[in-house]
């Protein structure tokens, strides 16, 4: 069965940095693009980017890049979103999925990150 | 806003049909790119619900179906079920913006 695994949830101050991962089992790590999706609580899925973990290609949406970086280590089969600096409008659910063809499943079970002073 | 444009709400009495429309451009659904739609319950993850336009996932009922026509697509629910109140999302690609992307989404109520 193909799973991916989410770290549980952090609680942050702004300005502090903050990296989560996404394990996955059940298949070949490299052979599928792992996408990062936002959910801000009450709102719609958002879509922030990929990485092909057979080579750590990525690109990002347009909105997203340069705030968050998506990397993987296809030695533990886990690919990770991380924050250099976390705002206050970083709070959000965070899931991972495959993207399988072109469409997205399985979808890990999310994340919560909440930024907070 | 998305670019992909669905109605905010739906509702519908068990046992009727609703249908939930996903609007797109030129640069994405127009363009033939296929649509995906998933099911997101209360308080979970999202799951895939229907890919490839108007394909089902194995475990998915035959309740569920798909369609795309031109620059839109529609999910149809028949025989409405308690079970089936969630929130639902387009997804597909565009050429514009050269990534995926969702539509807003789209929370239906059975009454």
């Known amino acids: 069965e193909v799973q991916l695994e989410q770290s549980g949830a952090e609680v942050k101050k702004p300005g502090e940095s903050l990296r989560l991962s996404c394990k996955v089992s059940?298949?070949?790590?490299?052979?599928?693009?792992i996408i990062w999706v936002r959910q801000v609580p009450g709102r719609g899925l958002e879509y922030m980017g990929r990485?092909?973990?057979?080579?750590?290609?990525?690109n990002y949406s347009p909105a997203f890049r340069g705030h968050v970086t998506i990397s993987s280590d296809k030695s533990i089969s886990t690919a990770y979103l991380e924050w250099r600096s976390l705002k206050a409008s970083d709070t959000a659910i965070y899931y991972c999925?495959?993207?399988?063809?072109?469409?997205?499943?399985?979808w890990g079970q999310g994340t919560l990150v909440t930024v907070s002073s | 806003q998305s670019v992909l444009t669905q109605p905010p709400s739906v509702s519908g009495a068990p046992g009727q049909r609703v249908t939930i429309s996903c609007t797109g451009t030129?640069?994405?659904?127009?363009?033939?790119?296929?649509v995906h739609w998933y099911q997101q319950l209360p308080g979970t993850a999202p799951k895939l619900l229907i890919y490839?336009?108007?394909n089902r996932p194995s475990g998915v009922p035959d309740r569920f179906s798909g369609s795309r026509s031109g620059t839109s697509a529609s999910l149809a629910i028949t025989g409405l079920q308690a079970e089936d109140e969630a929130d639902y999302y387009c997804?597909?690609?565009?050429?514009?913006?050269?990534?995926?992307?969702f539509g807003g989404g789209t929370k239906l109520t059975v009454l």
């Open positions: 999925a495959r993207e399988d063809m072109n469409y997205f499943d399985p």
């Open positions: 059940g298949y070949t790590f490299i052979n599928s693009w």
């Open positions: 990485i092909d973990p057979s080579d750590s290609y990525t």
């Open positions: 030129s640069s994405n659904i127009g363009a033939t790119y296929d």
């Open positions: 490839g336009n108007n």
């Open positions: 997804q597909s690609y565009d050429n514009s913006l050269s990534g995926w992307l």
